[in-house]
């Protein structure tokens, strides 16, 4: 069964994605300090978001400052003991939050040929440490409409990035979000070191509430655990077409984002955490916590830390 040799982590959101790229937030927000803190942890691996901008302009001629700060960033974790996850977080044409303003992607040739070459170049950048750093092709493909079009381009770009790194993990996850019940939409893995991925923030009436931007929730509605019918069995039902699939498929999964924004009370928080991780655990299934710093779910925030020290034990 495929597997890159990890456990648990937790996001590095908001770095080099999701933000106001300026050099005061890329120096800044996350430094070595940061990764040695996560490594005390006891986690054994960080997934970095990364968005295409910080790699190319915006008319495709590329940055060498986002790979040195990619590589700054594995190196940090290779000194502490960590793996790394670098996950495409938006590529041109395509981001799962629509406030990005991109669109076009699975319809454009030319988007999609923007995207094969910019894993070409990181795959020659970091494809020589294959039990280090994974390549997450894209983060949440958004319409179930997208599939056909999608699974065609991972194939594509899974053929490109193996002419330069025969041997670096893949993770190739679903629509809706990358929801676990989308698993099973995925083509055939296309190698043995191709790894089928999930997100999970079940449920999102209780994970989001008070979220800005989910437009359907009521956000002065507050959810406490007990009534949020969140139970193993309640897991053990949305995660099993994806076990199925993986099982089926001869590969395994990992849970590349799970968690509970900051508006819930820390030990609500860590109820949800409790009853996740024993389905996780009994499935094999590695999993990242959404995510370490701010982002509204950070969880080395001050807020955190009456519940951190017994958080840290489940994760």
């Known amino acids: 069964m495929a597997s890159f040799g990890i456990k648990k982590g937790v996001n590095l959101g908001g770095w080099l994605s999701q933000c106001d790229y300026s050099l005061d937030r890329m120096d800044h927000f996350i430094t070595e300090s940061d990764i040695a803190r996560i490594a005390s942890w006891g986690l054994d691996h960080v997934r970095l978001p990364v968005d295409y901008n910080i790699f190319e ?3 495709g001629t590329p940055r060498e400052d986002g790979l040195q700060r990619v590589e700054k960033a594995i190196g940090w974790c290779r000194k502490n003991g960590l793996k790394l996850v670098l996950d495409l977080h938006k590529t041109a044409g395509f981001s799962f939050d629509v406030g990005e303003a991109e669109s076009g992607f699975f319809d454009s040739e030319a988007y999609q040929e923007r995207f094969y070459r910019l894993w070409e170049r990181l795959a020659g950048r970091f494809g020589s440490m294959p039990e280090d750093v994974a390549f997450e092709l894209l983060n949440e493909v958004t319409d179930e409409a997208f599939m056909p079009a999608w699974n065609r381009i991972a194939g594509t770009c899974i053929r490109r990035i193996r002419a330069i790194a025969p041997d670096t993990w893949l993770l190739v996850g679903g629509y809706h979000n990358n929801a676990a019940h989308a698993v099973p939409a995925l083509d ?16 999102v009436a209780f994970t989001h509430q008070g979220a800005y931007w989910v437009s359907w929730l009521d ?6 655990f007990r009534d949020a019918g969140v139970t193993q069995a309640y897991f053990e039902e949305q995660f099993a077409p994806a076990i199925q699939a993986a099982q089926a498929r001869g590969t395994t999964l990992y849970c590349g984002e799970y968690g ?8 609500d928080i860590l109820r949800w955490y409790e009853t996740i991780h024993p389905v996780l ?14 982002m509204d779910f950070g969880l080395g925030d001050a807020r955190m830390d009456s519940v951190r020290d017994r958080l840290i034990e489940v994760l």
């Open 57 to 59: 302009e915006e008319d």
């Open 281 to 294: 655990e009994r499935h094999g299934i590695a999993r990242c916590a959404w995510s370490y710093k701010e």
């Open 219 to 224: 956000r002065d509605a507050r959810i406490p």
């Open 188 to 203: 055939l893995p296309a190698d043995s070191r191709v790894i089928y991925n999930f997100h999970c923030y079940e449920p």
């Open 260 to 267: 509970v924004i900051d508006r819930v009370d820390p030990e």
